[in-house]
């Protein structure tokens, strides 16, 4: 069993910044990647950006400059460094972890209001 738990959510002004954390433990497998999806209300689940093992990393259009993701290999802990955001960026925020399996964090939600 895999868990994924995040933090760093929260309420946010347009122009200001958060920082995403989440943390694996359990039985972790060998892991290709994490990353973080978002999903707005009455919207599906997309992509915000992904780092693979190896470091490589992908980013959604909408977040490229404004958006960062790093990893600490010993800590198996992804963090997404979130800048200059914009009230579009409001969104449940969830975790990924991709090695033999697909797992999921519960989701931390980024508000992005004045």
């Known amino acids: 069993q895999v868990q994924l738990v995040e933090s760093g959510g929260g309420l946010v002004q347009p122009g200001g910044s958060l920082r995403l954390s989440c943390t694996a433990s359990g039985s972790i497998p060998s892991i290709n990647a994490m990353g973080w999806y978002r999903q707005a209300p009455r919207k599906g689940r997309a992509l915000v950006a992904t780092?693979?093992?190896?470091?490589?990393?992908n980013y959604a259009d909408s977040v490229k400059g404004r958006f960062t993701i790093s990893r600490d290999g010993a800590k198996n802990t992804v963090y997404l460094q979130m800048n200059n955001l914009k009230p579009e960026d409001t969104a449940v925020y969830y975790c990924?972890?991709?090695?033999?399996?697909?797992?999921w964090g519960q989701g931390t939600q980024v508000t992005v209001s004045s």
């Open positions: 780092i693979t093992n190896g470091g490589s990393t």
């Open positions: 990924s972890l991709s090695g033999s399996k697909n797992y």
